[in-house]
Structure formats: structure tokens, C-alpha cells
């Protein structure tokens, strides 16, 4: 049996500021996502299948729904239980009775959920777009602008980063429970691209309404450096969109994290 | 005494002024003015009663619809720096349970700004004076609940807080673990610290302090010395649970102590309801009973019946 000393003893060292106190939660939330087998699971199949193929030459095409789908099931699984577990299992008391801002706790696991859907959505644009500038550049493979292509492949992946991190945040934070959080967000992201792909026949501009297409409008117009292939569309409509929405879910986080207490 | 340390203790350090909360229809805390002082402070109140509200209030996690709150007078709303100097246990597990108890102090600490170096001295100290070192490692979802409330206190009290708010750290503990807990909030207190204790056990308050505040039904009902709330309590029959298997043996003995009224088995969860007009006394023999009786006794609690005797009392 150890015995120890069990004298009470002061803390004199020096306290950090407020970043290293953002970073703490960021790391301790990225380490407890990672660490999930599910998500592990998704993450190597989203590499290996949706991300790799690119390499051997597969089509972008392919690649942006690919990366989609992986995208949409990562932000559920990860997304879901972001802000709705620390409801869910009165953990935002642990936080909320530290010396920390609602600002700080929402910088925190707002930049754990945006690294880890930037492993699918922008981490890999970077490796497909050395690829592009390193391997094909040079050669008669295509005629094309590589830089602009593979400029514009990073800004849309950073850009599905942020809409798909806003988008989890909203749906954690209106739930206290994960599933539920984890089920709108996949509802969400899948049902408005598939009634938007079914009925875009009916009525084109509808298909302002799938996050995908907007995505792709985006690349289409932003690659080709102004001769948008998808002529019928505007790219600044999509944008526009895609920034309503962030800021609709920024808006219902906000309103969320100030209302916390009256959720006992 | 000298006068300097005279003044010291009888500065106020939390300062709550007229505050109400309400939760829709529901009132949370009514007109509630407290002086508190450095020391332990006893929260006595039976379940329900506006205790973790009150908490909440001081820590502030939730704003007081009516009235303030301050410490060393300085508002606590909004006031995040001032919560540097606040540590708080709360009543219900709020664990990431698949961190071991280290690393979960060891982030909490972290939360408070306290470098990795002088994080882990922390988080190994804070353990050392909960008796929790031994088991540090394995994870959280494998505690017993008595390990769960050390823990708690431990994450309470890891960046040195000149105010602990502990909300019911004994409950569920085993005989050692309120034992270890109890002589760990003496030594704070003698360090200087505000320690408030809630609990809606009086035995458990009055082994700890006899400066005890009484709330009932989110209004506050008596402050003051414990030994006037005892007279009251004695004229009340006092509850105690026993969770055991050795039910009929164990039985058998208690129905033979003269502190013991009456002995009743219970099927869920399977034990004894005692019921006893003399709890100190009872308290005091219990050990010895498991001991000759050679009886595993898995949990022991007392109801707070009598406590609402008392309030019943007290409001009419």
C-alpha cells in the first residue's frame, strides 16, 4: 500500500492566456473523436476510396460526389455529438465552471469539428493538387490552367470544410441528444440533394438548393478561371447561399450557447 | 486569534443579495441574502430544495433573475477571471468516461491555464489528497461511485481555488471515502480557504461544520449554529439504508441496539431500512457491528425524511 504525503500545497506557478486554453479543448476533443473506431472507420474508407482514386487517374467528377457522401457521413458521426454530449452529459458544467468565455468553449470545439472535416474535405485537395501541379504539370495530358484548377480544388475544399463545420455545430447544438444531432445533419445534407436533384428537372434553379451542387457550380466557374462550363448557374448565387446558411447555423449556435442555462 | 487573522475570517467573501431564479413556473431560488465567510459553510437542504441553483448562482453558470452575487466583492456574472479563484464540484457525474481519472483532471487543469508541466504536479497532488492515486490510470467508466465523487473533488480543487462550492461530495461515498473527503475539507479550511458543502444529510454536515444554512423549497429557512437544528431533528426519527446481502444476519443484530427503533428489509435495491432515534449513536457502533458480524455492506445512506420533518417544522 503506497502511502503519501497528503499535505495540502499552494500553486504558485504562472496561468497562460486564453489560446492555450482554446487549444486545450481542441486537442482533448480531437484526441476523443480520433480515437472512436466509427470514425477511424469512415476516415480510412473515405482516403482509400474516395480520395485515391484521383491518383490513378479517376475523374474530378467522381471525386467531389465521392468525397460528398464521405463528407456527409464523417460531419454526421463527428458533428452530431460535438456540442450535443456536453448537454446531453452535463459536461458544459465542467467547462462552464472554468475561467473560460461561452466565446472560448465555442472556439474550442468549433475548430476541433473543422480540423476533422478538413481531413475529408480540404487536407486531401492539398495532396490532389500537389499531384495535379507535380506530376502532370508539364505534360500533354490536358490543356488546362493546373494552378487555377488546383487553387480553385483547395478553396471549394476549404469551403466544404466550413459550411459542413457550421452546419454540425447547428444541429449538435439544437439536440441534446447525439443521435438525434448526428441524423438531422445527414437528413439534412442528403434529402435537400436528392429532392433538389429530382425535381431540378421541373424547375433548374432548384438546384441552388443542394449544398453539392453548389459546391460544384463553384468549382466549375472558379477552375476554369470565368468559362463556366455550367453555364446556366451562377456562381455568386451559390455562394451567396452557402454563406446564408453558415451564418443561419452560426446564428442558432450563438443563440444556443447564450440560452445554456435556461436548458437544466 | 490575533486581530489580523480575527479579521481575516470575518471578512465576507460571497456576498449574495436578494436573489430570485425561476425556471418557468418553477421557483429555483426566492429572495435568497447571505453573508458567506471564509471557513466551511454546511448547505443543508433536502433534495429539490434550490442547492445546485444556489451553486450555479455563485459560480456563475447561471445568472440570477432578480438580485447578485458577489465575491470579494466584485460581481461574478460574466466576471471569468474571478472564476479562476472558484472551484466547483457538481452534484450530478459530468465525466468524459472513456478518459482515465489522470487524464481528466490533467485537461481540467489545463482549462485553467496551468502549463503541462505544472498540470501534471497538480493533477498528481490533487489524486494524492483524494486518495485516488492508485486507480488514476484506469478509465472512468470503471469508477465506483465513490471514486467518481473524489474525482470530482479532485477536478474541484486542482488549480489551488481560494472557494470551493462542493455540491453533496459525500453522497455515495463508502465509510473511507467520507473519512479521507472529510479530513481533506478540514485541512482546506485551515489553509484558509471558503469551502460551501451542501448535502441533504445532517449527520454528514455536522461531521464536517457547524455553520450551517438551511434552504427548503428554494427560500432560506435558518442560519446559524447546527446544535439548534439537532434539538430539532432528535424529536424526529431518523432513516438510515443499508444495502447488503447479508440482510437477515445483519438484522438480527441491529434489532438488538437500544439506538435502533425498528428494522426493515428492503427488495430493491436488497438491504435494511433502520430506523433510529439516536443517529449518533448508531453511527458510532455501526463499524463495530460490521465487524463482528463479518457482513459486506455495500452502501449506506441516510434518507433526508427526517430533514423534511424538520423543514415541514420550521415552514409551519
Known amino acids: ?264 | 486569534m490575533s486581530n489580523s487573522s480575527k479579521e481575516k475570517y470575518s471578512e465576507d467573501i460571497i456576498t449574495i443579495t436578494h436573489v430570485s431564479k425561476w425556471y418557468g413556473q418553477v421557483i429555483g431560488l426566492n429572495d435568497i441574502s447571505i453573508n458567506i465567510k471564509r471557513g466551511i459553510t454546511g448547505l443543508l437542504g433536502p433534495n429539490g430544495a434550490g442547492k445546485s441553483t444556489m451553486f450555479k448562482i455563485i459560480t456563475g453558470q447561471i445568472k440570477p433573475m432578480l438580485g447578485h452575487v458577489k465575491i470579494y466583492n466584485k460581481p461574478v456574472w460574466n466576471n471569468y477571471l474571478l472564476w479562476e479563484k472558484i472551484g466547483y464540484c457538481p452534484e450530478f457525474d459530468s465525466f468524459w468516461s472513456e478518459l482515465t481519472g489522470f487524464k481528466f483532471i490533467y485537461f481540467l487543469s489545463k482549462l485553467h491555464g496551468i502549463s503541462s508541466d505544472d498540470a501534471k504536479k497538480r493533477t498528481e497532488q490533487a489524486l494524492k489528497l483524494v486518495d485516488m492515486v492508485k486507480d488514476s490510470h484506469r478509465k472512468i467508466k470503471g469508477y465506483s461511485k465513490g471514486m467518481r465523487q473524489r474525482i470530482k473533488v479532485a477536478q474541484a480543487l486542482v488549480h489551488d481555488p481560494e472557494i470551493l462550492i462542493l455540491d453533496e461530495p459525500l453522497s455515495g461515498t463508502d465509510p473511507i471515502a467520507k473519512f479521507t473527503l472529510i479530513n481533506l475539507f478540514q485541512q482546506l479550511e485551515s489553509e484558509g480557504k471558503t469551502l460551501i458543502i451542501s448535502s441533504h444529510v445532517l449527520e454528514e454536515v455536522e461531521r464536517i461544520t457547524d455553520n450551517i444554512l438551511l434552504i427548503h423549497k428554494g427560500r432560506l429557512l435558518a442560519e446559524g449554529r447546527i446544535q439548534e437544528i439537532r434539538d430539532l431533528i432528535d424529536k424526529y426519527p431518523h432513516n438510515i439504508f443499508i444495502k447488503t446481502v447479508d440482510v437477515s444476519k445483519l438484522a438480527q443484530r441491529l434489532i438488538k441496539e437500544s439506538s435502533v427503533l425498528s428494522v426493515s428489509k428492503q427488495d430493491k435495491p436488497k438491504g435494511l431500512m433502520v430506523q433510529t432515534h439516536k443517529p449518533d449513536q448508531f453511527y458510532s457502533k455501526i463499524a463495530n457491528i460490521i465487524l463482528e458480524e463479518n457482513v459486506e455492506i455495500t452502501q449506506m445512506s441516510s434518507t433526508d425524511d427526517n430533514l423534511d420533518a424538520v423543514f415541514r417544522y420550521l415552514v409551519e
Not at chain 1, 17 to 43: A, D, P, Q, S, Y
Open chain 1, 1 to 264: 500500500m503506497g502511502i503519501y504525503d497528503q499535505t495540502y500545497r499552494r500553486f504558485e506557478g504562472k496561468l497562460q492566456g486564453r489560446l492555450v486554453r482554446i487549444t486545450t479543448i481542441l486537442k482533448n476533443e480531437f484526441m476523443r473523436r480520433i480515437r472512436n473506431k466509427w470514425v477511424l472507420i469512415l476516415l480510412i474508407l473515405a482516403w482509400s476510396i474516395g480520395i485515391f482514386p484521383i491518383f490513378t487517374g479517376g475523374a474530378f467528377m467522381a471525386y467531389f460526389v465521392l468525397t460528398f457522401i464521405w463528407l456527409l457521413l464523417f460531419t454526421a458521426v463527428v458533428g452530431g455529438p460535438i456540442l450535443s454530449e456536453d448537454f446531453q452529459f452535463n459536461s458544459i458544467t465542467l467547462y462552464l465552471s472554468r475561467p473560460l468565455r461561452k466565446l472560448d468553449y465555442f472556439l474550442g470545439k468549433y475548430l476541433t469539428l473543422f480540423v476533422l472535416v478538413s481531413l475529408i474535405g480540404f487536407i486531401p485537395t492539398i495532396f490532389v493538387s500537389a499531384f495535379i501541379i507535380g506530376i502532370l504539370y508539364g505534360t500533354s495530358v490536358r490543356e488546362f490552367d493546373y494552378y487555377t484548377f488546383s487553387y480553385s480544388l483547395m478553396v471549394v475544399g476549404l469551403l466544404m470544410t466550413f459550411v459542413f463545420t457550421n452546419i454540425g455545430m447547428a444541429f449538435s447544438a439544437m439536440t441534446k441528444n447525439h443521435k438525434y444531432a448526428s441524423g438531422g445533419i445527414f437528413a439534412f445534407l442528403f434529402f435537400t440533394n436528392i429532392l433538389s436533384l429530382a425535381l431540378s428537372n421541373l424547375y433548374e434553379d432548384i438546384m441552388y438548393c443542394s449544398i453539392w451542387a453548389n459546391f460544384m457550380i463553384l468549382f466549375a466557374d472558379w477552375s476554369s478561371a470565368g468559362n463556366n462550363t455550367l453555364v446556366d448557374f451562377d456562381s455568386n448565387v451559390s455562394l451567396a447561399i452557402l454563406m446564408i446558411i453558415s451564418i443561419i447555423c452560426l446564428t442558432i449556435v450563438w443563440i444556443k450557447l447564450q440560452r445554456v442555462e435556461l436548458s437544466e
